[in-house]
Structures are given as structure tokens and as C-alpha cells.
């Protein structure tokens, strides 16, 4: 199974960004998707979760609004949209595979099964 998160870089405050995440090696459609992020000393952070069908979305409350979680299961992907970002956005996103078998996804990295590789997001001036 490979998750590969790309989209990361450089972006000012106020911009936005996409991070696309493909998947293969796994049934995706029976899958949920989650996006998480990290910053140096700290835990892993959810940030969003779209159920296998896309049916259900969840947003961090900080996130709520500003970003917007999608998944296209004909091309194995899950997408990450990200506008109005803050510095606070500032990390590296991870997007994981989770098996639940349920619209009401998980929040928790502890229950995700596959892990990408991360993607840096930067927003400075």
C-alpha cells in the first residue's frame, strides 16, 4: 500500500493551497481518508476525514470553513483544499487509510491503518 501526499510549498498568508493524496495498493472506494498534521514537539493533529463514500466530512474546528476535504474514488485520491491559510497552518501533512466500515469516521491517528509521507506547508510572509 502507498499513500503519496504531494502539494505542499510556500504560501503567504491569506493564500491557498491543494494537497492531493493518491492511493494505491488497497481498495480505496472501502476506505475513509484523513488528513493530519505535525509540527516539531508536537503530537499529531487532525485536521479533516471524509468517510469511504464521501458521504460524511469532519473538520478540526480550527480548520472548519477554511478547508475543504474531497475524494474522487474513479482516480484513487483524496484531496486537501486549503484557503485563507494562517501561520498556524504552518506543518507537515500526512494523509492516512483508515478501515471502518462506517460513515462516522475516525478523528484518532491510533485507528488509521496506512500512512503517506507528508507534505511541508509553509505560510510566512
Known amino acids: 500500500v502507498q499513500l503519496q501526499a504531494c502539494g505542499g510549498g510556500l504560501v503567504q498568508p491569506g493564500g491557498f493551497l491543494r494537497l492531493p493524496c493518491a492511493a494505491s495498493?488497497?481498495?480505496?472506494?472501502?476506505?475513509?481518508m484523513g488528513w493530519f498534521r505535525q509540527t516539531p514537539g508536537k503530537e499529531r493533529e487532525f485536521v479533516s476525514a471524509?468517510?469511504?463514500?464521501?458521504?460524511?466530512?469532519y473538520y478540526v474546528d480550527s480548520v472548519k470553513g477554511r478547508f475543504t476535504i474531497s475524494r474522487d474514488n474513479a482516480k484513487n485520491t483524496v484531496y486537501l483544499q486549503m484557503n485563507s491559510l494562517r501561520p498556524e497552518d504552518t506543518a507537515v501533512y500526512y494523509c492516512?487509510?483508515?478501515?471502518?466500515?462506517?460513515?462516522?469516521?475516525?478523528?484518532?491517528?491510533?485507528?488509521?491503518?496506512?500512512w503517506g509521507q507528508g507534505t511541508l506547508v509553509t505560510v510566512s510572509s
Open positions: 492516512a487509510a483508515g478501515l471502518f466500515w462506517t460513515e462516522v469516521t475516525s478523528t484518532n491517528p491510533d485507528d488509521y491503518d496506512y
Open positions: 495498493g488497497l481498495t480505496f472506494s472501502n476506505y475513509d
Open positions: 471524509v468517510s469511504w463514500s464521501g458521504g460524511s466530512t
